[in-house]
């Protein structure tokens, strides 16, 4: 359902997408029957003409029934949802699974930097790609990120992974993604920062091994740098 609104990218969105279904699912079910019930006995014991109204104190078996067994009903809805949200807290939270890749994500006002492992797939060393607003991903590589916020509080939420993490001043956070879906998305800041939070996005490319390698070759600092063009010693 939520999928046919917003494409799933990466391989644990439809963990989330379930898990809100479920909820809507569950709550939806109890919303319209209370409702329902809440309308009948409108109608049913609305005021009548020569008819004085019951005097109803709730403690009689035969209607305290409405209420408690409905109430058990709900808790054990509620045991599902809670079921359901702790596994999904565990696969996406909790269990960090081991990275083919490592990106760094950087917040700061009013924008974001992704440093890129270059061609030799280590990050922090001579050939780390850096684009601003823009981060580019293999499709089918499961990427630790390293998170960090420069200056206050920022989110990094990408919808189509169904992902959103707050960026904290003085920590780095690390989490996972595994991008499953060629193309190319939003990337958002969820957390109001400052004046200049509404223009503080950027764009995911997700694109297939052979592409992010012609792309990664290219946005090298060695490549970049083999095409500066050479000035002469003395040319005016």
């Given at each position: ?10 391989t ?64 054990v ?16 939270k ?13 917040g ?8 890129h ?10 050939d ?53 879906l ?54 005016e």
């Amino acid at each position: 359902m939520i999928e046919s609104l917003v494409p799933a990218a990466s391989t644990y969105a439809w963990e989330i997408d379930a898990l809100f279904e479920l909820v809507f699912w569950l709550v939806g079910f109890w919303f319209i029957a209370c409702e329902g019930m809440f309308f009948w006995l409108i109608f049913k014991f609305k005021a009548k003409d020569g008819q004085r109204a019951q005097h109803i104190t709730g403690d009689e078996k035969h209607l305290h029934r409405w209420i408690s067994i409905p109430h058990m009903l709900v808790l054990v809805c509620d045991i599902f949802i809670l079921g359901a949200a702790v596994k999904v807290w565990y696969d996406i939270k909790q269990d960090l699974p081991p990275a083919e890749s490592i990106v760094r994500i950087v917040g700061q006002q009013w924008t974001w930097t992704f440093v890129h492992p270059g061609p030799d797939n280590v990050l922090d060393t001579a050939d780390d790609i850096y684009k601003v607003n823009e981060l580019h991903l293999e499709k089918d590589v499961l990427y630790h990120y390293k998170l960090e916020a420069v200056d206050v509080l920022h989110d990094f939420s990408v919808p189509v992974f169904r992902l959103k993490q707050d960026a904290i001043p003085g920590r780095v956070i690390t989490g996972w993604f595994e991008p499953n879906l060629e193309g190319e998305f939003d990337v958002q800041c969820a957390e109001i920062c400052g004046i200049g939070h509404g223009l503080m996005a950027a764009r995911v490319f997700i694109t297939s091994p052979e592409k992010h390698a012609a792309w990664m070759a290219s946005e090298s600092p060695l490549a970049l740098a083999a095409n500066i063009p050479s000035q002469g010693i003395g040319e005016e």
